[in-house]
């Protein structure tokens, strides 16, 4: 069989939901993405940050269409999937990306923030999947990919909240993949080690959570938001037609060690 770079890779024209992309990772892979021809539609709960990732589109000469939304409030995700249905009539991708993290001993651990970001993290993603997946399933066709975090499979003090939701969204992506399968939609995760941006500024700044970190990644260097792209590119691609419930592991070796 021969096989075509565009049959293998092509996004060309396909319609990409990428959440969190005001900022951060999801505004990253929102541009990869639409630098390698799909229509990347941006959501996150900020306006302004939102605003900031037009401009800076604009200034890479990429496209996109911005929709802000609260992952977790299902009338908030429901609108947003009819407008990029109404937009561009079919969705192909969504990258569940928006997250949050707090740290905390587990005996100050405030609850409130313990639920806070389970329900951003987990049940935000599962929101956004539900939404989105009834579009695909008419379709019988799609690609999720949920962001996950080595913490999915690793725990770390003062990182339960986040671990847990993290351990959650591996298990919800499974389930969710065996459920889908036969409906040619599938659902992966990726799970990246530490990659500079402002949620773990802090920690990275502090000298010693740094040269921990450092002397464990084989890599011997930190992850960068661009080095994301490729592997999500390659989940939302024809290329992956047959992987479906996996966790790829984006972490310079971290895992494998
Ligand atoms: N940065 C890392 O080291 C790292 C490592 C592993 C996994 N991750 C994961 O990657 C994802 C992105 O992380 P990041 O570092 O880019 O974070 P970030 O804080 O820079 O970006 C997160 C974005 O999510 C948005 N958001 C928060 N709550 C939302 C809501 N209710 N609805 C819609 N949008 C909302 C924020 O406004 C923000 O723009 C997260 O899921 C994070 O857990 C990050």
Same mark, same amino acid.
């Given at each position: 069989?021969?096989?075509?770079?565009?049959?293998?890779y092509?996004l060309k024209?396909k319609?990409c939901?990428v959440?969190?992309?005001?900022? #951060?990772?999801?505004r990253e892979v929102a541009a990869g993405l639409a630098s390698i021809g799909a229509h990347a539609?941006?959501? !996150?709960?900020?306006?302004?940050?939102? %605003?900031?990732?037009?401009?800076e589109f604009a200034e890479r000469g990429l496209q996109g269409?911005?929709?802000?939304?609260?992952?977790?409030?299902?009338?908030?995700?429901?609108?947003?999937?009819?407008?990029?249905?109404?937009?561009?009539? $079919?969705? !192909?991708?969504?990258?569940?990306?928006?997250?949050?993290?707090?740290?905390?001993?587990?005996?100050?651990?405030?609850?409130?923030?313990?639920?806070? @970001?389970?329900?951003?993290?987990?049940?935000?993603?599962?929101?956004?999947?539900?939404?989105?997946?009834?579009?695909?399933?008419?379709?019988?066709?799609?690609?999720?990919?949920?962001?996950?975090?080595?913490?999915?499979?690793? #725990?770390?003090?003062?990182?339960?909240?986040?671990?847990?939701?993290?351990?959650?969204?591996?298990?919800?992506?499974?389930? /969710?993949?065996?459920?889908?399968?036969?409906?040619?939609?599938?659902?992966?995760?990726?799970?990246?080690?530490?990659? =500079?941006?402002?949620?773990?500024? %802090?920690?990275?700044? $502090?000298?010693?959570?740094?040269?921990?970190?450092?002397?464990?990644?084989?890599?011997?260097?930190?992850?960068?938001?661009h080095? =994301?792209v490729g592997?999500i590119a390659?989940?939302?691609?024809?290329?992956? %037609?047959? @992987?479906?419930? $996996? /966790?790829?592991?984006?972490?310079?070796?971290?895992?494998?060690?």
């Amino acid at each position: 069989m021969q096989y075509t770079l565009e049959e293998m890779y092509g996004l060309k024209d396909k319609v990409c939901i990428v959440t969190g992309a005001g900022r #951060g990772i999801g505004r990253e892979v929102a541009a990869g993405l639409a630098s390698i021809g799909a229509h990347a539609v941006l959501v !996150d709960i900020s306006q302004p940050l939102l %605003d900031e990732a037009l401009q800076e589109f604009a200034e890479r000469g990429l496209q996109g269409f911005a929709v802000a939304t609260d992952i977790t409030s299902e009338a908030s995700v429901d609108a947003m999937t009819a407008a990029v249905v109404q937009k561009y009539g $079919q969705i !192909d991708g969504l990258v569940n990306c928006a997250g949050v993290t707090y740290l905390e001993e587990q005996q100050d651990f405030d609850i409130d923030k313990f639920k806070w @970001v389970i329900d951003i993290n987990l049940t935000g993603t599962m929101i956004c999947c539900k939404s989105v997946s009834k579009y695909m399933l008419e379709k019988k066709s799609g690609r999720i990919v949920n962001i996950s975090s080595v913490r999915g499979s690793q #725990g770390k003090a003062k990182f339960s909240a986040y671990a847990a939701s993290k351990g959650a969204i591996n298990n919800l992506t499974r389930s /969710i993949a065996v459920e889908f399968a036969p409906h040619n939609i599938n659902v992966n995760a990726v799970a990246p080690i530490f990659t =500079l941006t402002d949620i773990n500024k %802090d920690i990275l700044d $502090q000298k010693e959570a740094y040269n921990w970190v450092m002397s464990r990644l084989p890599k011997g260097r930190l992850c960068e938001k661009h080095l =994301l792209v490729g592997p999500i590119a390659f989940l939302l691609s024809p290329c992956s %037609d047959f @992987v479906t419930g $996996q /966790i790829l592991h984006v972490d310079g070796g971290w895992m494998a060690g």
